[in-house]
């Protein structure tokens, strides 16, 4: 089995560079803004009393979807390997006196959040460290507090799709080490570590089509429409984009 630490050294690699020029770019594109505004609604689906809650997301980039947040929450907190997302994230939050975002991982972040979410973070772990992180997660919630994951579904028809066509592209958007995690055996880790865990599926075509034309905004949400419909389809849903997954402590669960 390969270090974790070599597979930690090359996604921080490929993030420096991501972070320093294209990302900022693609980001502010209206198709990816509207998906960003999209997991945000997701996210707020999630907090009881969303101007009280404290937020952490794991994996932030470049803030982009927390910020779009911040308006709506107590506090935003987000966390990051690579420092020159962290340094975009909080150019570009300068404004915001809620909003937070530190060079770190999940074995540096302190306190204790209403909600933790990664989107299209935890399949950039390892295998040893995906094993490890739903106990790490644990001890970041309040009591009440819930953890959301967005992550690519190893059973994807896109992916399928998209490695055929369009596979320059597919390797545009993606690391040498990241990969498709399996929804139920991924849930399956956070439920051995005390949770309560649900899976759902997100997407066929949103966020692929986001990724391919970032800016047609139009094509986006006709897309989104379709992927609503779409995802209500039991059978079919286990062959959608992207997984979700939430993931809650019991009452009675004592944290270590």
């Given at each position: 089995?390969?270090?974790?630490?070599?597979?930690?050294?090359?996604?921080?690699?490929?993030?420096?560079?991501?972070y320093s020029g294209f990302a900022q770019q693609h980001f502010a594109r209206p198709a990816v803004r509207a998906l960003r505004a999209h997991m945000v609604s997701r996210l707020l689906r999630l907090l009881p009393d969303a101007r009280s809650?404290?937020?952490?997301?794991?994996?932030?980039?470049?803030?982009?979807?927390?910020?779009?947040?911040?308006?709506?929450?107590?506090?935003?907190?987000?966390?990051?390997?690579?420092?020159?997302?962290?340094?975009?994230?909080?150019?570009?939050?300068?404004?915001?006196?809620?909003?937070?975002?530190?060079?770190?991982?999940?074995?540096?972040?302190?306190?204790?959040?209403?909600?933790?979410?990664?989107?299209?973070?935890?399949?950039?772990?390892?295998?040893?460290?995906?094993?490890?992180?739903?106990?790490?997660?644990?001890?970041?919630?309040?009591?009440?507090?819930?953890?959301?994951?967005?992550?690519?579904?190893?059973?994807?028809?896109?992916?399928?799709?998209?490695?055929?066509?369009?596979?320059?592209?597919?390797?545009?958007?993606?690391?040498?080490?990241?990969?498709?995690?399996?929804?139920?055996?991924?849930?399956?880790?956070?439920?051995?570590?005390?949770?309560?865990?649900?899976?759902?599926?997100?997407?066929?075509?949103?966020?692929?089509?986001?990724?391919?034309?970032?800016?047609?905004?139009?094509?986006?949400?006709?897309?989104?429409?379709?992927?609503?419909?779409?995802?209500?389809?039991?059978?079919?849903?286990?062959?959608?984009?992207?997984?979700?997954?939430?993931?809650?402590?019991?009452?009675?669960?004592?944290?270590?």
């Open positions: 089995m390969e270090d974790s630490g070599d597979v930690v050294e090359r996604e921080l690699r490929y993030h420096e560079k991501l809650a404290r937020v952490l997301s794991l994996g932030c980039g470049i803030g982009d979807t927390e910020i779009l947040l911040a308006p709506y929450v107590r506090e935003v907190h987000g966390v990051d390997l690579s420092p020159a997302a962290i340094r975009q994230a909080r150019q570009d939050a300068a404004g915001l006196a809620n909003a937070r975002f530190f060079e770190g991982s999940l074995d540096s972040v302190e306190g204790q959040f209403d909600l933790v979410f990664g989107i299209f973070f935890l399949h950039h772990l390892p295998d040893a460290m995906l094993a490890a992180a739903p106990s790490k997660i644990a001890r970041m919630l309040a009591t009440g507090g819930c953890f959301y994951a967005l992550d690519p579904n190893r059973f994807r028809l896109s992916g399928a799709v998209g490695s055929l066509v369009v596979p320059h592209l597919m390797r545009k958007y993606q690391t040498a080490d990241e990969r498709e995690l399996d929804p139920l055996r991924t849930a399956g880790l956070f439920r051995t570590a005390g949770f309560d865990a649900r899976v759902g599926y997100y997407d066929f075509l949103s966020s692929p089509l986001a990724g391919l034309f970032p800016g047609w905004r139009r094509g986006y949400l006709a897309a989104r429409m379709w992927d609503d419909f779409l995802i209500g389809i039991p059978l079919l849903q286990r062959i959608g984009s992207n997984f979700e997954l939430v993931a809650s402590l019991p009452p009675a669960a004592v944290k270590a």
